[in-house]
């Protein structure tokens, strides 16, 4: 070992809780991105598998009733390579020890001879005929329940109630994120997704012979919108309003969101650890270097060139790093690890294998070493500049001057050391600067933090206390009249009832089209209310509509211009 080896580790020693804190800064940013970057492509790997194994349809389209006939027309489109024809019911589903039922999606299942959306079976076996109608489960509402092969659930269809008999737990690559169509959120205990045989659910809602639902694949997907154009003119007649593909698809626009927040996440949070970590390492070497002034001098007198001298200090740089990398490969397979049980409990795959990959590791250590070497090289630069006669005596000090502040006789109260200070800050104005920038960046991080949770506390109090003020809110399948509200007003504990309206519809307003949900109501509607910016009630106005602040800011539409929307679905 040679005397600058011996060197190099005493002065890693030295540096101690310098060390540490520079490696614990690298260690947050590179564990960050190294879990981050391999839980996205663990993400991206599941998915592709999942959708590509199991044919994930490119384009869906729904009408409210059409015959075969209609789906046979649609195959013949070019570009399209598969087509299903299907039956989609919602339903209620009884559940034991849940008082309130939940909401199931029944989907038709055409058995061997289906081809799309296929079904990855989990347990027990696909739906077959027999004397009790069997049923396979989505697995997130099986787990949420405790349900098991051979139970049976109670169901409410199309007016009609079963019986139905639980065969088997599956999964779908269209239904990776099971959410319901009435709340945002996922919520297993009161939402699933049930397959029934295609002739028993056609015989449940009296669709023989007939489909709601069709799932498509293409030969070429550049050609999506003109064949989506083509779908949506022979289905308009039927009820449909827009097909739309994978990209609005609600699963694959969660699992694709959060795929993008992995991928942002690995850049952005590391970045800032990172940037910390360098300007501190840059501050230590600066001052290292100076301490260093007799020592590099001697050496030098030995015979030890500049770039020697330059290599070792970029063998202490090179270990402090490390000191924070390597574990860093440790903590960040774990948080992935962490990550991807997180992930099963709301993307449901066949499975999620996490693994670090090789590409995290080599971005961990390019972003751990390479700025590391770049803010080092500018702390330094000075080991060539010092001369061995120069470097061993004590460094000269700084030229000071008066200052504007003291020309002018601001001064003239401040104490010597206050006088210093002032001094040494405008000594060094880029210092100043970065110090004042990493000040506020840390004090605007604090306050990021807690005005988020004033902003969710102040949104949850404008939306359910001022504008949604009701208990629970009771959604049916199809419109009916007011003499409803008579029939509930008898059930215990209400005391006041009111109706809405509420159609999905196709906005146009000149070459825009967009799809939404109009809403109408009483006007003297007192739970469910429109308020603006300020608080005060919207009332609204006969033969218009009032839409969000978003049209005004995207489109540039204003108060008294004309939209045409579309009531073609269930108007």
């Not at 614990?24 to 598998?49: C, F, H, N, P, T």
């Not at 506390?457 to 399948?477: C, G, K, N, P």
């Not at 005391?495 to 999905?504: Q, T």
Request: proline content about 4%; hydrophobic content about 45%.
């Amino acid at each position: 070992m040679t005397g600058l080896h011996r060197k190099l580790f005493r002065d890693y020693k030295s540096m101690g809780a310098q060390v540490f804190t520079i490696a614990l800064l690298i260690s947050g940013g590179v564990s960050v991105l190294v879990s981050s970057w391999s839980s996205y492509q663990s993400l991206e790997k599941a998915k592709d598998s999942f959708y590509q194994d199991y044919q994930f349809a490119d384009i869906f389209a729904e009408v409210v009733r059409a015959p075969e006939s209609i789906a046979h027309l649609v195959s013949r489109l070019d570009g399209v390579e598969k087509l299903e024809s299907r039956i989609i019911k919602e339903g209620l589903v009884e559940v034991s020890g849940q008082v309130e039922p939940a909401l199931g999606r029944f989907i038709s299942w055409r058995g061997d001879h289906q081809s799309l959306n296929s079904i990855y079976l989990r347990l027990g076996h696909m739906p077959q005929a027999g004397s009790q109608i069997e049923v396979l489960v989505h697995e997130a509402f099986a787990a949420a329940h405790h349900l098991k092969i051979g139970d049976t659930l109670g169901v409410s269809i199309a007016g009609q109630k079963k019986k139905l008999l639980i065969s088997g737990l599956g999964l779908s690559p269209e239904y990776v994120y099971a959410l319901s169509p009435i709340t945002p959120l996922p919520d297993d205990k009161h939402f699933g997704v049930f397959w029934l045989r295609q002739e028993d659910l056609a015989a449940l809602t009296g669709m023989a012979g007939a489909f709601n639902s069709l799932q498509l694949k293409v030969t070429n997907s550049s050609s999506l919108s003109e064949l989506k154009q083509q779908i949506d003119v022979i289905l308009q007649p039927y009820g449909s309003i827009q097909s739309y593909d994978r990209s609005r698809q609600l699963s694959h626009i969660f699992v694709e969101d959060e795929i993008r927040q992995q991928r942002v996440m690995a850049m952005v949070i590391p970045a800032i650890f990172l940037a910390v970590a360098m300007f501190i390492l840059n501050i230590i070497l600066s001052r290292m270097v100076s301490l260093h002034r007799a020592q590099i001098a001697t050496l030098k007198s030995l015979g030890y060139g500049a770039w020697s001298l330059l290599l070792h200090y970029f063998q202490l740089v090179t270990l402090v790093l490390l000191s924070g990398i390597v574990p860093s490969l440790f903590l960040g397979a774990w948080i992935g690890h962490w990550y991807a049980g997180l992930y099963e409990e709301f993307f449901r795959f066949p499975s999620i294998d996490f693994s670090l990959s090789t590409s995290a590791i080599v971005f961990g250590f390019v972003a751990g070493l390479v700025p590391g070497w770049i803010s080092a090289f500018g702390a330094l630069r000075r080991v060539f500049s010092l001369q061995p006669a120069e470097a061993l005596r004590p460094p000269s000090p700084p030229p000071f001057q008066k200052g504007l502040f003291e020309k002018l006789g601001l001064t003239k109260r401040l104490s010597v050391f206050s006088k210093m200070i002032l001094r040494s800050m405008l000594f060094r104005p880029f210092r100043l600067v970065l110090s004042v920038l990493g000040m506020a960046a840390a004090l605007a991080i604090l306050i990021n933090g807690a005005f988020w949770s004033d902003v969710v506390d102040y949104m949850i109090d404008r939306q359910f206390h001022e504008m949604r003020r009701e208990d629970f809110s009771v959604r049916l399948a199809h419109p009916k009249d007011l003499s409803v509200f008579s029939e509930l007003n008898h059930v215990p504990g209400v005391i006041l009832i009111e109706g809405e309206r509420s159609v999905p519809v196709r906005l146009q307003y000149k070459n825009f089209k967009k799809d939404i949900s109009l809403s109408g109501s009483s006007k003297e509607s007192s739970l469910s209310r429109t308020l603006d910016q300020e608080g005060r009630v919207i009332e609204p106005v006969k033969g218009g509509i009032l839409l969000s602040r978003y049209f005004e800011t995207a489109l540039g539409l204003k108060v008294g211009d004309r939209g045409f929307p579309n009531f073609s679905r269930g108007g």
